[in-house]
């Protein structure tokens, strides 16, 4: 068990670690200043693309209202503090498939505005419109 504790330690040690290199590139150092020791602890390495990969991070900081606790729940919110400040630009991953079938009921959604604004109708004739609900079953019009 003590084993067990000191890894677990060392794995918590190593996430502060990760999260100040990450706050310090959210606060606009550059990211080549300082290593992010991601593969020093099995823990980071398996949260490395939660914490600074292009994913949404939600951190909960939970605190004690009694007053013999204050230490503690200090060093908690100058922790969640630090956290706050790493910066991630979340994007949709999307098969490639997936993402050209999007971009092209896009173009097919905005050829089909043109030619209702081009001939001033208010709706597609009927054979682009039997067309396009054939192409997008799953989207409403």
Do not use: W
């Amino acid at each position: 068990r003590f084993k067990e504790a000191v890894n677990i330690n060392q794995s918590l040690f190593v996430l502060r670690r990760v999260i100040a290199a990450l706050s310090k590139r959210g606060e606009g150092q550059a990211e080549d200043q300082e290593h992010v020791p991601y593969r020093e602890s099995k823990l980071t390495s398996l949260l490395q693309h939660a914490i600074g990969g292009n994913g949404f991070m939600l951190m909960l900081a939970c605190l004690s209202p009694a007053d013999r606790h204050y230490e503690e729940n200090l060093s908690t919110l100058q922790y969640a503090s630090q956290a706050a400040l790493i910066k991630n630009q979340p994007v949709v991953n999307l098969d490639p498939k997936d993402r050209l079938i999007q971009q092209l009921q896009n173009q097919l959604e905005a050829a089909h505005a043109f030619i209702l604004n081009h001939l001033g109708l208010d709706e597609l004739p009927p054979e682009l419109a039997a067309a396009a609900a054939e192409a997008a079953p799953g989207r409403r019009r």
